[in-house]
């Protein structure tokens, strides 16, 4: 089995790179964002197409080229110690039979993202690389707790993140310790079937999703069961389910944790002995605790819970 190699702790004044892999930006939406990475003593530096915009059904951050150009500029130059992505959205899955690492394997760097980025991230855990499940840089300027931010720079100063959670009447209980791997549903979804999904032998799995009609977050489960993924994991942590249903219908539609949506759930993994946890603070929601994609967790499921890297 590959060692998994993790980026080196970033020492101050470290150059941090911002790119737009997926969907387009404004300048104001990344000010804040931009502007803490300062605040925490490293050197923003953007992507030329950081701030391109480019219609082609959607309105992603340039052409195919243009946002491929500045990823492999950002993984593989040597001077860039961090990479984080400005948002999420669609675009990832055009990049990644063309991403390089031929520098960046000599010189490995956190990968910061989620959502679409959640793509990125199974690539490079494929190729043996940990990155940071956190938010992106479009989010802080969206209510996005400052915390939520401080525990990414924890981690990318070298602190392995520690977390205690309240118990969740909808938790499997078990003491078990395996690799992370996961992220956005819809994308772990989308890359079913293909080179680059998680391998899913032994591992512990993250879920978590926006906007999805109920039918369509139960599809994408049960795509999971008939790929034979929940006989393959030895846990399962569920994060944020938000915005799910119908607005006008149903009530939970602003909570991060959807009521309904985590019982759809909890329903579909019922027969399976894994323990899991729900309510993990991660996702498409304003207090998030990032997670390591790629690192070995310790997850305790009892009447409290306790995760640990």
Same mark, same amino acid.
């Given at each position: 089995m590959k060692k998994m190699i993790f980026p080196k702790a970033l020492k101050k004044g470290a150059k941090i790179a911002v790119i737009s892999p997926a969907g387009a930006v404004d300048v104001s939406q990344l000010e804040k964002g931009i502007e803490m990475i300062k605040n925490r003593g490293f050197e923003p530096v953007l992507g030329e197409h950081l701030y391109t915009r480019y219609s082609n059904g959607y309105n992603y951050a340039g052409t195919e080229q243009e946002r491929l150009k500045d990823i492999n500029w950002a993984l593989n130059d040597k001077d860039i110690s961090a990479v984080w992505a400005s948002r999420g959205g669609y675009g990832c899955q055009h990049l990644i039979q063309h991403l390089k690492l031929k520098n960046f394997t000599e010189n490995p760097k956190w990968y910061i993202g989620y959502s679409d980025n959640t793509v990125i991230q199974s690539y490079l855990l494929k190729k043996g690389f940990a990155s940071? #499940?956190?938010?992106?840089?479009?989010?802080?300027?969206?209510?996005?707790? @400052? +915390?939520? !931010? @401080? =525990?990414?720079f @924890?981690?990318?100063?070298?602190?392995?993140?520690? !977390?205690? =959670?309240?118990? #969740? +009447? =909808?938790?499997?209980?078990?003491?078990? +310790?395996? +690799? =992370?791997v996961g992220g956005n549903l819809a994308l772990i979804y989308a890359l079913l079937g293909t080179p680059y999904s998680f391998d899913f032998k032994d591992k512990i799995l993250f879920i978590e999703d926006i906007g999805e009609n109920f039918y369509a977050l139960d599809r994408m489960i049960m795509s999971l069961e008939l790929a034979g993924v929940f006989k393959k994991i030895k846990g399962l942590i569920i994060g944020g389910m938000t915005n799910m249903g119908d607005e006008k219908e149903n009530k939970s539609y602003e909570e991060s944790f959807d009521e309904f949506a985590y019982k759809l759930i909890s329903d579909r993994i019922s027969k399976y002995k894994f323990p899991a946890v729900f309510g993990f603070p991660n996702g498409h929601i304003k207090d998030n605790s990032p997670l390591i994609i790629g690192g070995t967790v310790k997850m305790q499921v009892k009447d409290k819970v306790k995760i640990e890297f």
């Open positions: 940071i #499940h956190g938010q992106t840089m479009k989010t802080s300027s969206f209510g996005v707790t @400052d +915390e939520s !931010y @401080d =525990l990414i @924890d981690i990318l100063k070298g602190k392995a993140p520690k !977390y205690a =959670l309240k118990p #969740h +009447e =909808l938790n499997k209980k078990g003491n078990i +310790e395996g +690799e =992370l």
